[in-house]
């Protein structure tokens, strides 16, 4: 399981999911495809990033300080 299933609610998930449909459905090619690329760039970044903040929570325990 990646970082992004591990944390991302169901609305999230579903909201992703129309987006890749939204992009698929455009017409140009060319728009599509760099749409698609950014798109699938974001969400290697972001699954990176929330791997990361995953792993210093571990490290570092959240403490609430008044």
């Known amino acids: 399981m990646n970082a992004w299933n591990s944390v991302a609610t169901e609305g999230t998930r579903l909201k ?5 449909r939204e992009i698929e459905k455009l017409k140009d090619p060319i728009e599509r495809s760099n749409l698609g690329h950014t798109y699938s760039k974001l969400f290697m970044f972001l699954e990176e990033d929330i791997a990361r903040a995953l792993k210093i929570a571990a490290n570092n325990p959240y403490t609430r300080q008044q």
Request: proline share 0%; net charge neutral; glycine share 0%.
């Open 16 to 20: 992703r999911e129309q987006l890749y």
